[in-house]
């Protein structure tokens, strides 16, 4: 086999690397792709201006991208700035793929909006772009990835993109020249391909100027000035631009394809970080080596009468599609094997890099090509006559960072860019549509630049990345870890004291228990598209805060003071719910000038102007950044800190959670005198606490505030004083089990920037009649007034060893009508249980709808919520001899 694979360097090259022209321009790419001559600089014959509503900095094809759905959209005054050459940065040396497929939800949208443009956009500018869309098919070899195809079949149904699991006799059809002995199935995109990244740029920039946009380069930015009111000064060695926002998108690949015997050039995308340093913000990014070759001509593919689709072989970690007759092949190293470019991190970019390769290293990609091979036989008797090694620059979870960044006024990012070639028409359709409309068009918060802070280092970044591109074609499960650069240094005061008794999950740069271990369990992460090691022990930590009580450390929490003489009016302003009284806690949601649910938080009036906010952890930034920024823009007189990093919190919760509280306090606990929603100072066994009468699980339960570095003693306290009652930890699985019960709604699951509050059912924290004009109110009423097209609705399931986790698709008479939105297994009735969204004619309790998991339609039924009443409501109802559920 070995041998078969060096008879893939050319005859003169065997026994070392083919080497490439370093600066080389490609004339054309891919098959039938019209030739190109580079324009002379935009700059040179473009009258300079001093002044502009929007800079975009970086000529990859998402910056201009970017500047061609701004200017479509009619923004006066754009202006992009590109240090070198239209798509020198990673752009142009990209491979080109473009896929509707993604394993998660919202970046769908983003791929299919990409492919839905390319396929009018050279008619729309008169630039040929060099699109084929000959299909796409993943190989699944293995039954677990046959389960995996199935698994993202469901999470596709609700999605306009085509997408079919097909079986070894279509796989051959497609593709004639695959060896078929351990292929099992496929998942299949009919309208998936590849685009010359070349030429997209080229169009795009076109459409750009098309509409008023100006294209200047070569412009280096040598300075960025933030001003008082908001707006920027951009220094260049041309002059001083003023401009209302900055758009950092310095930073997209593009490798063009290389035709036979045309030289190739290749540039960098990793000047955004450089960017961001003059204005004192690390943007987490590290340039990776990728490495693809092209064939020469192949008799077999030659003989073939349609383009051979783009194929994915996820075992062997490759994708492999035509280049005009021959095949173009890419794969991704493992962790172990593949390469970072770690000094640039050091010492920055070499000046005067652009489009430029590094040196090619065929040894480190020599497995993949030997799998390969065995897929793709043809491949053992071709010729290299390219090998492409670029850089592309990789974020540490390998999604990019899109939208404005918090503590820093209207500076936007797009950066990041694995795969800039399918982001780029969506991603800038989606940035241009949240700068003029004031929010985003959609939910994409796995994008926000904000997941990431203080705790993301160089380091962190560098082993993430290493693992991130190893991890490309890996099976992914259900509740994924990934362990590489764990723990950061965002640890809370209780990781010591746990790590060796659970199962921890990654939030936000902390960890946190999911699941706690009992001598006979199979510990460890065992993940699996069915119920797997974590199933009983998650129902024996529910039983525990259902019959006595349990612990949960809670210290990932987003936790913000906001106080001032104006902190009443901005809560008011910002919040769809009332403002609680001095001593009193609610949940309140802030929403979008569309009346979609950004954001939920708890609010603890803790004294007189003094506010308590706290939301989840992946939340913290993205809802600080909107706080801050709606305080600035109504010139309140308000003070916002963010104390997440300096406080711990710990929940405890249970029938017993009174009791052992009690012993450690001379506050009186008692319902009559501590009510629920109230808050208040207490201390602990001398330990100073906020305490707040509210858990997540629905059971009896306060969450206890204090300082970070008192949390092991809290714990400690805690667990002596509550072995009477039989104390005892439990995780956020449990929690999550617990809330679904209690018919609880998640952000970021049932509502979003996808979702309003009256669908979501969320009419009792929304108070329309409020005297404050709050953000959203206004669309508000109109929705109320037009009516509901659609409810969120809570199904049971009877369902065999697997559950529901959120994103599968809701069927009626056999057509697709919904998608869950969560989902779990009930332990009190033993039956699956989810939420959905639904058409309001079919959303009445009774109703019988289907859900598919794992390629099978269940039963499921809308039932009356919740499952379990809450401690409250059980509590009330005992009071008034009312019968309880």
């Not at 480190?364 to 090694?389: C, F, G, Y």
């Not at 679904?740 to 309003?756: H, I, Q, S, V, Y």
Request: hydrophobic content about 35%; aromatic content about 10%; charged content about 25%.
């Amino acid at each position: 086999m070995l041998r078969g694979a060096r008879r893939l360097l050319p005859p003169q090259l065997r026994g070392r690397e083919p080497a490439l022209p370093r600066r080389a321009r490609p004339l054309s790419s891919g098959s039938g792709t019209a030739e190109w001559e580079e324009k002379p600089s935009s700059f040179l014959g473009t009258k300079w201006k001093d002044t502009a509503e929007t800079v975009i900095i970086g000529g990859g094809c998402i910056g201009v991208s970017l500047a061609y759905h701004l200017a479509k959209a009619g923004m006066k005054d754009v202006i992009l700035l590109e240090k070198s050459e239209l798509t020198a940065g990673s752009t142009w040396h990209a491979a080109g793929l473009t896929t509707y497929f993604h394993p998660g939800i919202n970046l769908k949208k983003i791929h299919y909006y990409s492919i839905k443009l390319y396929e009018k956009l050279e008619e729309e500018t008169g630039q040929a772009v060099g699109f084929h869309q000959p299909g796409s098919i993943r190989i699944a070899s293995t039954p677990t990835r046959v389960d995996e195809f199935k698994y993202q079949m469901t999470r596709a149904g609700w999605h306009p993109t085509e997408q079919y699991l097909i079986g070894p006799e279509r796989i051959q059809e497609l593709f004639p020249i695959l060896n078929m002995e351990k292929v099992l199935a496929g998942l299949y995109n009919p309208g998936d391909g590849h685009i010359d990244p070349y030429s997209l740029t080229m169009a795009l920039a076109a459409g750009a100027r098309k509409y008023g946009a100006l294209l200047n380069y070569p412009v280096q930015v040598t300075n960025l000035s933030p001003r008082s009111d908001g707006t920027w000064e951009v220094e260049t060695p041309h002059g001083i631009i003023r401009t209302n926002r900055i758009v950092n998108t310095a930073d997209v690949k593009l490798h063009s394809h290389i035709p036979e015997g045309e030289d190739f050039y290749c540039l960098t995308g990793f000047w955004a970080r450089e960017i961001g340093t003059m204005i004192g913000l690390h943007h987490p990014l590290i340039p990776v080596h990728h490495q693809y070759v092209v064939t020469s001509t192949i008799p077999e593919v030659k003989a073939l009468k349609m383009e051979l689709p783009v194929l994915r072989d996820l075992e062997g970690s490759y994708y492999l599609r035509q280049e005009r007759d021959g095949l173009l092949f890419g794969p991704y190293e493992s962790q172990e094997k593949m390469k970072l470019q770690e000094s640039w991190v050091i010492n920055g970019v070499p000046p005067g890099f652009g489009k430029e390769l590094f040196e090619s290293d065929l040894d480190r990609i020599m497995d993949h090509i030997e799998a390969a091979m065995a897929m793709v036989p043809v491949l053992k008797q071709a010729d290299i006559i390219n090998t492409v090694s670029g850089p592309i620059t990789y974020s540490p979870d390998i999604l990019p960072m899109v939208g404005p960044h918090q503590g820093v006024r209207n500076y936007w990012v797009a950066i990041g860019f694995g795969y800039g070639i399918i982001h780029a028409g969506g991603v800038g359709k989606y940035l241009s549509d949240w700068i003029l409309g004031g929010e985003p068009p959609f939910d994409l918060i796995e994008l926000d630049p904000n997941r990431y802070g203080k705790w993301s280092t160089t380091q962190y970044t560098a082993t993430k990345a290493r693992e991130s591109y190893g991890f490309n074609n890996i099976v992914g499960y259900p509740k994924e870890e990934r362990f590489a650069g764990r723990p950061t240094e965002r640890v809370s005061g209780l990781y010591e004291v746990l790590k060796s008794k659970c199962s921890m999950g990654f939030h936000a740069g902390w960890e946190q228990p999911h699941w706690f271990y009992k001598p006979g369990d199979e510990i460890g992460y065992k993940p699996s598209f069915r119920r797997t090691n974590w199933f009983e022990p998650v129902g024996r930590e529910y039983k525990q805060v259902m019959e006595k009580v349990g612990v949960i450390d809670l210290t990932p929490f987003g936790k913000f003071i906001v106080k001032g003489n104006d902190s009443v009016k901005l809560l008011d302003h910002l919040f769809a719910n009332v403002i609680p009284k001095v001593g009193a806690t609610n949940i309140s949601h802030m929403l979008t000038p569309r009346g979609q649910v950004y954001a939920e938080l708890t609010v603890s009036h803790l004294s007189p102007g003094e506010f308590l906010l706290v939301t989840g952890s992946g939340s913290e930034l993205h809802d600080l950044r909107w706080i801050e920024e709606e305080a600035l823009k109504g010139g309140y007189n308000v003070e916002i800190k963010n104390i997440t990093d300096e406080m711990g919190v710990l929940g405890i919760a249970g029938p017993f959670a009174r009791k052992v509280l009690q012993k450690l306090t001379i506050e009186d606990l008692s319902d009559s005198a501590f009510k629920f929603l109230q808050s208040r100072h207490i201390k602990l066994s001398d330990i100073a606490a906020t305490a707040i009468r509210i858990s997540y699980s629905g059971e009896l339960g306060w969450e206890l505030y204090h300082r970070k570095e008192d949390s092991a003693a809290l714990y400690n306290v805690i667990m002596e004083a509550g072995q009477e009652e039989g104390i005892d930890d439990f995780g956020t699985y449990a929690l999550n089990a617990l809330r679904l019960e209690k018919a609880f709604r998640a952000w970021g699951a049932e509502m979003n920037c996808d979702t309003n509050p009256l669908e979501a059912g969320l009419d009792y924290f929304i108070k329309l009649n409020k005297p404050a004009d709050f953000i959203g109110k206004q669309a508000l009423k109109q929705i109320k007034e037009k009516g509901l097209k659609r409810r969120l609705v809570y199904l049971t399931l009877e369902t065999a060893n697997v559950d529901p986790e959120g994103n599968e698709s809701v069927w009626h008479n056999g057509k697709v009508v919904g998608n869950t939105t969560s989902g779990n297994y009930s332990y009190s009735t033993q039956k699956s249980l989810a939420f959905a969204y639904v058409p309001t004619e079919l959303s009445k309790v009774g109703q019988k709808l289907e859900v598919e998991l794992l390629g099978k339609n269940y039963s499921a039924t809308i039932v009356e919520e919740p499952l379990v009443l809450t401690e409250q409501t059980r509590t009330r109802l005992q009071k008034k001899g009312g019968q309880l559920q």
